[in-house]
């Protein structure tokens, strides 16, 4: 899923109405799995000024930039973080690394020949969905209306669930951020 989907599913799963201070750890943790792709992103394509081409097939796939993702999109690390912040009663962390285990089961059956290593360090095993949320190859093409509809009618439920300015002002956030990078999606990438 887009980096603002994930947002929206977690804050439907997890979030709670009588617990709107987990909102933030929810969606921070929702996002934080994808920092290090906008970071390489931004890296390459601003700083490098690395064609799109480039980036997508041969740069994303660098050993380095593979170990940054994947340290960010692992189970047993989140779990670790998880347990400490259990450990140490810090319930915004708590909520971030249960937020954070969610996003890397989303993308389990979502990432193609982009998978993550999502048992690393203890295995560089990736599992290679038949299924993506972008790649028309692997019907990304269906995929890819259905995220939008599940975003729209999930920040409905949202919006209708929390009704303080707090969460309200987070959803519309998340909501404008996901059809701005729609947006750039289909200028950049077509």
Not at 54 to 70: A, G, H, L, R
Not at 112 to 135: G, I, K, M, Q, T
Not at 160 to 178: F, G, P, Q
């Amino acid at each position: 899923m887009n980096t603002p989907a994930h947002a929206i599913v977690n804050l439907l799963i997890l979030g709670k109405k009588r617990k709107p201070e987990n909102n933030l750890p929810i969606v921070f943790g929702a996002i934080l799995p994808d920092l290090p792709m906008v970071i390489f992103y931004g890296y390459e394509k601003l700083l490098r000024g690395i064609p799109e081409n480039v980036i997508w097939s041969e740069s994303y796939y660098n050993q380095s930039w593979q170990v940054f993702f994947d340290i960010f999109n692992s189970f047993p690390l989140i779990l670790i973080g998880g347990l400490l912040a259990y450990y140490f009663r810090q319930t915004f962390l708590i909520a971030m690394f249960a937020s954070m285990a969610l996003h890397g089961l989303g993308d389990l059956p979502l990432h193609a020949d982009d998978a993550h290593r999502h048992f690393f360090p203890l295995s560089n095993w990736r599992f290679e969905s038949p299924v993506s949320y972008w790649d028309s190859r692997h019907y990304g093409h269906i995929f890819t209306p259905l995220e939008v509809l599940a975003v729209i009618v999930g920040c409905f439920v949202l919006w209708r669930r929390h009704t303080s300015m707090t969460a309200r002002i987070i959803i519309a956030i998340v909501l404008t951020v996901y059809f701005g990078y729609g947006v750039y999606a289909v200028l950049v990438w077509g």
